[in-house]
């Protein structure tokens, strides 16, 4: 069977798959040249499935339905984990839009009120300052707003947004823990 699956592409494991065939003609020790080969293919499917195929001929089953079974497996997983690829790059792309959005409606909405503020106040401080003072409405008071803290709490709302959704496209996406650090400065 490996000499009929050493003839085909693999990509990557074509290698792995010839190094094993050869190790099995020496038949010096089977199980050593399968644990080669699942440690020099680095994937945790492969000695998984490897491992039960082992376990499920020891047993005595059938080596033709064993691989049947373990091949129908196999295209399951992989078929799963396009899906959930393509579902992690589609979740990348929402929260990136969202930090965008968010930043973008947060920076104009306070070039609108800081405009205000200025318009309001200019109006309030002609209306005020004439010979006839003219008592001025409560909501034209607006001189007292701090544009700088809310340009701060802006700025710690994109930060706490940054963190959150970097951890959260960790958590689907996969990797390692240290895979948000990537994701954060682009967020922020």
């Known amino acids: 069977m490996l000499n009929h699956l050493r003839q085909h592409d693999f990509g990557p494991l074509s290698t792995n798959i010839r190094d094993l065939f050869a190790r099995l003609q020496l038949r010096v020790d089977d199980d050593q040249a399968w644990r080669y080969f699942t440690s020099e293919a680095g994937s945790r499917l492969i000695e998984r499935f490897t491992q039960m195929c082992d376990e499920a001929v020891e047993e005595g089953g059938e080596p033709d339905e064993i691989g049947r079974i373990i091949s129908e497996n196999t295209v399951e997983i992989v ?79 994109l930060f706490i947004n940054a963190t959150l959704s970097s951890i959260l496209l960790r958590i689907v996406d996969g990797g390692t823990h240290v895979r948000h650090l990537q994701d954060f400065p682009m967020l922020l």
């Open 79 to 157: 078929g799963f984990r396009k899906l959930r690829y393509q579902a992690a790059g589609t979740f990348r792309g929402v929260v990136f839009g969202v930090a965008v959005g968010t930043a973008f409606s947060l920076f104009v909405g306070l070039g609108v009120v800081h405009m205000l503020v200025s318009l309001f106040g200019s109006i309030t401080d002609e209306l005020g300052a004439g010979d006839t003072p003219v008592s001025v409405p409560t909501f034209l008071h607006v001189s007292g707003l701090n544009i700088g803290l809310l340009r701060m709490l802006a700025l710690t709302m």
